[in-house]
């Protein structure tokens, strides 16, 4: 069974930088897909960016250049840096895994999640 226990997140200011931490235990060498998604009350869950066991990453456009993924793979640990934060940022962040050679954005393509931490970005 995967588990992922997220830290990190806070608030800041537009301009800001944050990194947020999703420690996974239970996830196999190879393969698997951890994504990062963000959630606003009432909107549907967006993909923010994705990693899979290679390394191998793909943002969506609105963080392209923003939002960098990096693994620390002794520690089976993801990080989402996170600079030049905007408002629009702002979202309850989650990161979610899937043991699968085929990684997305798509929410409904992974198994486990962790418990949400909220990135507040002030203007």
């Known amino acids: 069974q995967v588990q992922l226990v997220q830290s990190g997140g806070g608030s800041v200011q537009a301009g800001g930088s944050l990194r947020l931490s999703c420690s996974a235990s239970?996830?196999?060498?190879?393969?698997?897909?951890v994504g990062w998604f963000r959630q606003d009350p009432g909107k549907e869950r967006e993909g923010v960016a994705s990693?899979?066991?290679?390394?191998?990453?793909i943002y969506d456009d609105s963080v392209k250049d923003r939002f960098i993924l990096s693994r620390e793979a002794g520690k089976n640990t993801m990080y989402l840096q996170m600079i030049t934060l905007e408002p629009e940022d702002t979202s309850m962040y989650y990161c979610?895994?899937?043991?699968?050679?085929?990684?997305?954005?798509?929410?409904?393509?992974?198994?486990?999640w962790g418990q949400g931490t909220q990135v507040t970005v002030s203007s």
């Open positions: 979610a895994a899937v043991q699968s050679n085929r990684c997305t954005r798509k929410s409904q393509d992974f198994d486990f």
């Open positions: 239970g996830l196999p060498i190879k393969p698997y897909c």
């Open positions: 990693i899979n066991h290679l390394g191998q990453t």
